[in-house]
């Protein structure tokens, strides 16, 4: 699939299905999903390991973009665009936004055909700084 | 490096870390979201129980692999922050450094650390001790010394505003108590000067 994809990185695995569930419910098999939540270890948290294989399922050549909740999700989403390195990684970009609204509003307008730096940029601009 | 120092360090920090587990937690616990201790225990159990792999590594390789081993055990945010200090560490470092490679080398993996978490010292973080014991290593300290060095930078967090981390959410609240990271830094370098120490 050509559109941009999603992913859906949260501390809780309720809040990223949830998010991921509005997600869908928007724009339905239109752009490519994934989500992922927890520590690995059955708690809280987020990892690296989680998120890098939440990107491959969600990849797409126009690129994918990450939304985040809370510190450790934004520092361990790096960190796995790190990892998987060049030259995806710089198709990959970890959005400034809330998780909820930044996963709807992206993912609808990745919908729609819009290249990664809009689907970025849309997301964004829920975060005025 | 010797396999048998490589290995003696990632059984002191090991040790340390498992030791002071619910230390750490309790110190999170009261201004961030309290697993920190569990998460490092983790983490260094986990390269604890490849040490024989790592130390079979030159020292370079060896911290590359103990920082990605980190990054991909420890959870949360400390994960990347610890694991990417090993790593940028191995990436700077000689095979057979002097105090001098290692001063430069340790230099290089803050400022890492310090883009990973978008930080400065000065906000209530590891770097707050980091940043002491990397002046001390320059300033050609005694092992003895830089331990008390990040004693006292970690007790220094206290009174400090926490700026970045979970525990910034609380504001002026997070004054009054010591950053868990910091904690854990002092703790491992504690661990590590004091098993190089022996050594000497």
């Known amino acids: 699939m050509s559109n941009v994809g999603i992913v859906i990185v949260s501390h809780s695995p309720l809040v990223a299905e949830g998010t991921a569930d509005m997600v869908r419910q928007m724009v339905g098999n239109e752009v490519p999903l994934a989500w992922c939540g927890g520590n690995g270890h059955g708690g809280l948290g ?24 809370l510190g450790g999700a934004e520092t361990n989403s790096e960190m796995a665009v790190e990892m998987i390195g060049e030259p995806r990684a710089q198709k990959i970009i970890v959005c400034n936004a809330p998780i909820v609204e930044g996963a709807v509003m992206a993912a609808t307008e990745a919908s729609g055909g819009a290249s990664l730096k809009e689907v970025v940029a849309t997301a964004h601009e829920l975060s005025p700084s | 490096m010797a396999a048998a120092d490589l290995s003696r360090l990632i059984e002191a920090t090991a040790n340390t870390i498992a030791a002071h587990a619910e230390e750490l937690t309790r110190l999170d616990q009261a201004i961030g979201d309290g697993d920190h201790g569990l998460n490092m225990k983790r983490g ?3 390269v604890r129980a490849e040490a024989g792999a790592f130390s079979a590594k030159p020292l370079p390789e060896a911290l590359k692999a103990i920082g990605t081993k980190l990054v991909m055990t420890v959870g949360g945010a400390s994960g ?12 700077e ?19 890492a650390v310090a ?15 980091l940043q002491p ?26 009174p400090m505003k926490a700026l970045r981390g979970r525990a910034s959410f609380l504001g002026d609240r997070s004054i009054g108590h010591m950053d868990a990271g910091a904690r854990s830094t002092a703790l491992l370098v504690r661990a590590v000067a004091e098993a190089i120490e022996r050594r000497a």
Do not use: C, Y
């Open chain 1, 46 to 69: 987020t990892n690296v390991e989680a998120i890098m294989g939440a990107i491959d399922k969600a990849w797409s050549e126009a690129g994918v973009a990450i939304l985040v909740d």
């Open chain 2, 44 to 46: 260094f159990e986990a």
């Open chain 2, 80 to 91: 990347p922050l610890f694991g990417t200090l090993f790593m940028a560490l191995g990436k």
């Open chain 2, 93 to 111: 470092i000689p095979a057979a450094p002097d105090r001098a490679d290692l001063a430069a080398a340790f230099g290089k993996a803050i400022e």
């Open chain 2, 115 to 129: 883009a990973r978490g978008k930080s400065q010292a000065g906000q209530k973080t590891m770097l707050d001790v």
């Open chain 2, 133 to 158: 014991v990397h002046e001390a290593l320059l300033q050609g300290k005694t092992a003895a010394d830089i331990v008390e060095i990040a004693d006292n930078a970690a007790d220094a967090t206290v």
